[in-house]
Protein backbone atom coordinates (compact mmCIF):
# COMPACT_ATOMS: atom_id res chain seq x y z
CA UNK A 1 0.00 0.00 0.00
CA UNK A 2 1.52 3.46 -1.04
CA UNK A 3 1.84 6.30 1.38
CA UNK A 4 -0.78 8.12 0.42
CA UNK A 5 -3.22 5.54 0.60
CA UNK A 6 -2.31 4.52 3.80
CA UNK A 7 -2.39 8.46 5.09
CA UNK A 8 -5.91 8.80 3.22
CA UNK A 9 -7.05 6.00 5.62
CA UNK A 10 -5.76 7.26 8.26
CA UNK A 11 -7.77 10.90 7.75
CA UNK A 12 -11.12 9.43 6.09
CA UNK A 13 -11.95 8.25 9.84
CA UNK A 14 -10.43 11.24 11.51
CA UNK A 15 -12.61 13.56 8.83
CA UNK A 16 -15.92 11.64 9.80
CA UNK A 17 -15.30 11.56 13.85
CA UNK A 18 -14.70 15.46 13.40
CA UNK A 19 -17.96 16.01 11.51
CA UNK A 20 -19.81 13.78 13.83
CA UNK A 21 -18.36 15.66 17.25
CA UNK A 22 -19.25 19.59 15.37
CA UNK A 23 -22.23 18.50 14.07
CA UNK A 24 -24.52 19.35 17.91
CA UNK A 25 -22.42 23.24 18.09
CA UNK A 26 -23.50 23.53 14.08
CA UNK A 27 -26.86 22.05 15.07
CA UNK A 28 -27.17 24.79 18.05
CA UNK A 29 -26.08 27.73 16.28
CA UNK A 30 -28.60 26.80 13.64
CA UNK A 31 -31.37 26.33 16.29
CA UNK A 32 -30.77 29.78 17.57
CA UNK A 33 -31.69 31.80 14.30
CA UNK A 34 -34.67 30.02 14.11
CA UNK A 35 -37.96 31.14 15.63
CA UNK A 36 -39.48 28.43 17.81
CA UNK A 37 -41.21 26.90 15.21
CA UNK A 38 -38.72 26.03 12.64
CA UNK A 39 -36.54 24.01 15.19
CA UNK A 40 -39.31 21.19 15.77
CA UNK A 41 -40.38 21.11 11.69
CA UNK A 42 -40.26 17.68 10.61
CA UNK A 43 -38.15 17.29 8.28
CA UNK A 44 -35.88 19.47 10.14
CA UNK A 45 -34.41 21.88 8.03
CA UNK A 46 -30.53 22.83 7.76
CA UNK A 47 -30.69 26.48 7.28
CA UNK A 48 -33.80 28.71 8.79
CA UNK A 49 -35.68 30.74 5.61
CA UNK A 50 -34.95 34.02 7.92
CA UNK A 51 -31.98 34.39 10.27
CA UNK A 52 -33.37 35.65 13.43
CA UNK A 53 -29.87 37.43 14.96
CA UNK A 54 -32.64 38.94 17.24
CA UNK A 55 -32.55 35.92 19.25
CA UNK A 56 -28.98 36.99 20.99
CA UNK A 57 -30.28 40.42 21.93
CA UNK A 58 -33.51 38.77 23.11
CA UNK A 59 -30.89 36.87 25.39
CA UNK A 60 -30.10 40.67 27.22
CA UNK A 61 -33.71 42.02 27.46
CA UNK A 62 -34.89 38.75 29.48
CA UNK A 63 -31.70 37.48 31.16
CA UNK A 64 -29.75 39.64 33.41
CA UNK A 65 -26.60 38.30 31.66
CA UNK A 66 -24.11 40.82 33.01
CA UNK A 67 -24.82 39.94 36.56
CA UNK A 68 -24.50 36.05 35.79
CA UNK A 69 -21.51 36.46 33.85
CA UNK A 70 -20.17 38.48 36.79
CA UNK A 71 -21.19 36.17 39.22
CA UNK A 72 -19.48 33.03 36.46
CA UNK A 73 -16.04 35.15 36.96
CA UNK A 74 -15.89 35.91 40.86
CA UNK A 75 -16.34 32.20 41.07
CA UNK A 76 -14.00 30.83 38.08
CA UNK A 77 -11.17 33.30 39.00
CA UNK A 78 -10.14 32.08 42.72
CA UNK A 79 -10.99 28.10 41.33
CA UNK A 80 -8.45 28.14 38.93
CA UNK A 81 -6.00 29.77 40.69
CA UNK A 82 -6.53 27.54 43.35
CA UNK A 83 -6.54 24.53 41.63
CA UNK A 84 -3.49 25.63 39.67
CA UNK A 85 -1.13 26.46 41.92
CA UNK A 86 -2.56 24.03 44.86
CA UNK A 87 -2.23 20.68 42.26
CA UNK A 88 1.19 22.29 41.69
CA UNK A 89 2.31 22.27 45.21
CA UNK A 90 1.02 18.39 45.07
CA UNK A 91 2.31 17.25 42.34
CA UNK A 92 5.64 18.36 43.14
CA UNK A 93 5.87 16.99 46.37
CA UNK A 94 4.77 13.43 44.94
CA UNK A 95 7.30 13.82 42.38
CA UNK A 96 10.46 15.62 43.94
CA UNK A 97 9.69 14.97 47.69
CA UNK A 98 10.74 11.96 49.88
CA UNK A 99 8.77 11.23 52.97
CA UNK A 100 6.61 8.72 54.78
CA UNK A 101 4.00 6.53 53.07
CA UNK A 102 4.22 8.76 50.19
CA UNK A 103 3.33 6.21 47.81
CA UNK A 104 0.10 5.32 49.81
CA UNK A 105 -1.14 8.74 50.09
CA UNK A 106 -0.78 8.96 46.02
CA UNK A 107 -2.46 6.16 45.89
CA UNK A 108 -5.38 7.81 47.48
CA UNK A 109 -5.32 10.51 45.83
CA UNK A 110 -5.80 8.18 42.49
CA UNK A 111 -8.48 6.35 44.41
CA UNK A 112 -10.47 9.84 44.86
CA UNK A 113 -10.75 9.69 41.15
CA UNK A 114 -12.93 6.27 40.78
CA UNK A 115 -15.43 7.77 44.23
CA UNK A 116 -18.85 8.83 42.31
CA UNK A 117 -19.77 12.75 43.26
CA UNK A 118 -22.84 11.51 44.16
CA UNK A 119 -21.36 9.78 47.00
CA UNK A 120 -19.91 12.45 49.06
CA UNK A 121 -23.03 15.36 47.97
CA UNK A 122 -24.98 15.00 51.24
CA UNK A 123 -22.28 14.90 53.51
CA UNK A 124 -20.55 17.78 51.88
CA UNK A 125 -23.20 19.73 51.29
CA UNK A 126 -24.57 18.98 55.16
CA UNK A 127 -20.69 20.31 56.26
CA UNK A 128 -21.27 23.86 54.27
CA UNK A 129 -24.83 23.93 55.56
CA UNK A 130 -23.67 23.39 59.19
CA UNK A 131 -21.02 26.02 58.64
CA UNK A 132 -23.62 28.33 57.28
CA UNK A 133 -22.08 29.00 53.79
CA UNK A 134 -24.99 27.62 51.89
CA UNK A 135 -26.33 30.26 48.81
CA UNK A 136 -22.64 31.59 49.23
CA UNK A 137 -19.80 31.48 46.72
CA UNK A 138 -17.68 29.77 49.40
CA UNK A 139 -18.64 25.96 48.89
CA UNK A 140 -17.66 26.57 45.29
CA UNK A 141 -14.62 28.19 45.95
CA UNK A 142 -12.80 27.27 48.83
CA UNK A 143 -12.23 23.48 47.72
CA UNK A 144 -9.75 24.42 44.78
CA UNK A 145 -7.78 25.07 47.53
CA UNK A 146 -7.75 21.62 49.01
CA UNK A 147 -5.54 19.79 46.63
CA UNK A 148 -6.62 21.02 43.10
CA UNK A 149 -8.75 17.28 42.55
CA UNK A 150 -7.03 13.74 42.09
CA UNK A 151 -6.79 14.46 38.41
CA UNK A 152 -4.62 17.91 38.43
CA UNK A 153 -2.71 16.23 41.06
CA UNK A 154 -1.48 13.14 38.82
CA UNK A 155 -0.96 15.28 35.37
CA UNK A 156 1.42 17.70 37.57
CA UNK A 157 3.23 15.04 39.43
CA UNK A 158 3.92 13.01 35.81
CA UNK A 159 5.20 16.38 34.61
CA UNK A 160 7.60 16.98 37.55
CA UNK A 161 8.88 13.19 37.49
CA UNK A 162 9.62 14.05 33.86
CA UNK A 163 12.14 16.90 34.70
CA UNK A 164 15.95 15.65 35.60
CA UNK A 165 16.48 15.85 38.66
CA UNK A 166 19.80 16.72 38.51
CA UNK A 167 18.46 19.83 38.55
CA UNK A 168 17.29 19.65 42.43
CA UNK A 169 20.64 18.45 43.07
CA UNK A 170 22.31 21.60 41.60
CA UNK A 171 20.42 23.59 43.18
CA UNK A 172 20.61 22.01 46.43
CA UNK A 173 24.24 22.32 46.85
CA UNK A 174 23.96 25.91 45.62
CA UNK A 175 21.92 26.51 49.02
CA UNK A 176 18.75 26.85 47.79
CA UNK A 177 15.71 25.69 49.73
CA UNK A 178 12.87 24.06 48.12
CA UNK A 179 10.54 26.48 48.07
CA UNK A 180 12.72 28.58 46.07
CA UNK A 181 13.35 25.18 43.45
CA UNK A 182 9.96 25.61 43.21
CA UNK A 183 9.16 28.63 42.52
CA UNK A 184 12.55 29.55 40.37
CA UNK A 185 13.30 26.30 38.54
CA UNK A 186 10.20 24.22 38.29
CA UNK A 187 7.29 26.56 37.68
CA UNK A 188 8.91 27.65 34.35
CA UNK A 189 9.08 24.24 33.47
CA UNK A 190 5.89 23.11 33.84
CA UNK A 191 3.83 25.93 32.40
CA UNK A 192 2.11 23.56 29.67
CA UNK A 193 1.11 21.46 32.53
CA UNK A 194 -0.48 24.64 34.66
CA UNK A 195 -2.20 25.51 31.30
CA UNK A 196 -3.88 22.51 31.09
CA UNK A 197 -5.04 22.24 34.57
CA UNK A 198 -6.44 25.94 34.32
CA UNK A 199 -8.07 25.02 30.72
CA UNK A 200 -9.54 21.63 32.17
CA UNK A 201 -10.41 24.45 35.93
CA UNK A 202 -12.24 26.98 33.42
CA UNK A 203 -14.41 24.34 31.16
CA UNK A 204 -15.67 22.66 34.82
CA UNK A 205 -16.22 25.38 36.56
CA UNK A 206 -18.23 27.73 33.22
CA UNK A 207 -20.25 24.51 32.38
CA UNK A 208 -20.91 23.69 36.15
CA UNK A 209 -24.95 23.49 36.54
CA UNK A 210 -25.31 20.85 39.48
CA UNK A 211 -22.83 22.65 42.06
CA UNK A 212 -24.22 26.14 41.65
CA UNK A 213 -27.34 24.78 41.77
CA UNK A 214 -27.18 22.46 45.14
CA UNK A 215 -25.74 25.42 47.19
CA UNK A 216 -27.02 28.56 45.51
CA UNK A 217 -30.50 30.04 46.13
CA UNK A 218 -31.21 33.41 45.48
CA UNK A 219 -30.99 34.11 42.01
CA UNK A 220 -29.31 37.19 42.20
CA UNK A 221 -26.15 34.70 42.61
CA UNK A 222 -26.49 32.55 39.68
CA UNK A 223 -24.01 31.86 37.40
CA UNK A 224 -24.82 31.85 33.48
CA UNK A 225 -25.42 28.20 33.22
CA UNK A 226 -28.10 28.43 36.45
CA UNK A 227 -29.26 31.41 34.74
CA UNK A 228 -29.95 29.65 31.22
CA UNK A 229 -32.91 27.93 33.61
CA UNK A 230 -34.67 31.47 33.77
CA UNK A 231 -35.88 30.45 29.96
CA UNK A 232 -37.11 27.32 30.91
CA UNK A 233 -40.54 27.83 31.56
CA UNK A 234 -43.41 26.10 33.44
CA UNK A 235 -45.72 25.55 30.20
CA UNK A 236 -43.47 26.63 27.45
CA UNK A 237 -39.80 27.64 26.58
CA UNK A 238 -37.77 30.28 24.57
CA UNK A 239 -35.85 27.29 23.17
CA UNK A 240 -34.50 29.76 20.40
CA UNK A 241 -33.41 32.39 23.00
CA UNK A 242 -32.28 29.55 25.09
CA UNK A 243 -30.27 28.06 22.49
CA UNK A 244 -28.64 31.58 21.21
CA UNK A 245 -27.74 32.22 25.01
CA UNK A 246 -26.35 28.60 24.99
CA UNK A 247 -24.27 29.40 21.74
CA UNK A 248 -23.15 32.74 23.45
CA UNK A 249 -21.64 30.55 26.41
CA UNK A 250 -19.51 27.95 23.91
CA UNK A 251 -18.01 31.59 22.61
CA UNK A 252 -15.08 32.20 25.74
CA UNK A 253 -14.11 27.94 25.90
CA UNK A 254 -13.74 28.40 21.89
CA UNK A 255 -11.33 31.35 22.25
CA UNK A 256 -9.58 30.12 25.26
CA UNK A 257 -8.99 26.83 23.38
CA UNK A 258 -8.00 27.95 20.17
CA UNK A 259 -4.79 30.46 21.65
CA UNK A 260 -4.08 28.08 24.15
CA UNK A 261 -4.25 25.05 22.40
CA UNK A 262 -0.43 24.81 21.66
CA UNK A 263 -0.19 25.11 25.59
CA UNK A 264 -2.97 22.34 25.65
CA UNK A 265 -1.46 19.30 23.67
CA UNK A 266 1.84 20.04 24.98
CA UNK A 267 0.80 19.47 28.19
CA UNK A 268 -1.42 15.91 27.56
CA UNK A 269 1.80 14.91 25.45
CA UNK A 270 3.95 15.07 27.49
CA UNK A 271 2.03 14.69 30.58
CA UNK A 272 0.89 11.03 29.48
CA UNK A 273 4.59 10.27 28.23
CA UNK A 274 6.69 11.14 31.13
CA UNK A 275 7.42 8.01 33.75
CA UNK A 276 7.50 8.71 37.52
Not at 43 to 72: A, C, G, I
Not at 123 to 150: H, K, N, R
Given at each position: MSKKKARLMMYVPLIFIGIVSILPFLWLVRSSLMNSTEIF????????????????????????????????????????????????????????????????????????MMLPSAV???????????????????????????????????????FFAGIPKELDEAAILDGATHPQIFFRIMLPLVKPAMMVVGFFTFMNTWNDFFSPLIYLNSPEKYTLALGLMQLKGQYSSEWNTMMAASTLMTIPALLIFFFGQKYFVQGISIGSGTKG
Open positions: EFPPKMLPETFMFSNYLKVFEVLDFKLYLTNTFIIIIPVIFGNVITSAFSGYAFARLDFKFKNFWFALVIATTLIPIFMMWSELGYVDTFVPLIVPAFFGGGGFNIFLMRQ
